[in-house]
């Protein structure tokens, strides 16, 4: 079956005229991210996090995820890599956070290390994920 280069030219035209209408109605205030790709202060107990799941979905390492605003669960790996740190590979899991992501906001991710914990630490409660900074965010520059 073939098309006639008119009905083409109308599909064509028609297509192209819903994908700018969904261009028209974006508002950049309407997206947000996650991120862990600034690494925190170690003087705070604070050590860089590797997103690897969001609401259960394996993601690719990059930098920063664009989100719609809402409640995400980001799973991290910790990355703590403090001298008096003693934990058996089997603790160091992977961990989830649940993030309420606001229109317009960047949130980095980070590892809370327990440095007054007893060591060697014998289970994963060494660390706990938090959201350690959020600054302003622009899709329409990040894009």
Request: proline share 6%; hydrophobic share 45%; glycine share 4%.
């Amino acid at each position: 079956m073939t098309l006639s280069a008119n009905k083409l030219l109308r599909q064509l035209t028609y297509f192209g005229t819903i994908l700018l209408a969904g261009c028209a109605n974006f508002n950049a205030s309407e997206c947000a991210a996650v991120a862990s790709y600034i690494v925190p202060d170690e003087q705070q107990d604070l050590f860089p996090v590797m997103i690897t799941h969001i609401d259960g979905e394996p993601v690719i390492a990059k930098a920063y995820y664009v989100l719609t605003p809402g409640v995400y669960k980001v799973t991290v790996a910790e990355l703590v890599s403090a001298p008096s740190l003693q934990v058996a590979l089997k603790y160091r899991l992977p961990k989830t956070i649940e993030v309420n992501v606001l229109g317009g906001s960047r949130y980095h991710l980070a590892a809370w290390f327990d440095s007054k914990m007893h060591q060697p630490a014998e289970s994963d409660n060494f660390w706990q994920p938090i959201m350690w900074k959020k600054e302003s965010f622009s899709c329409e520059l990040n894009t």
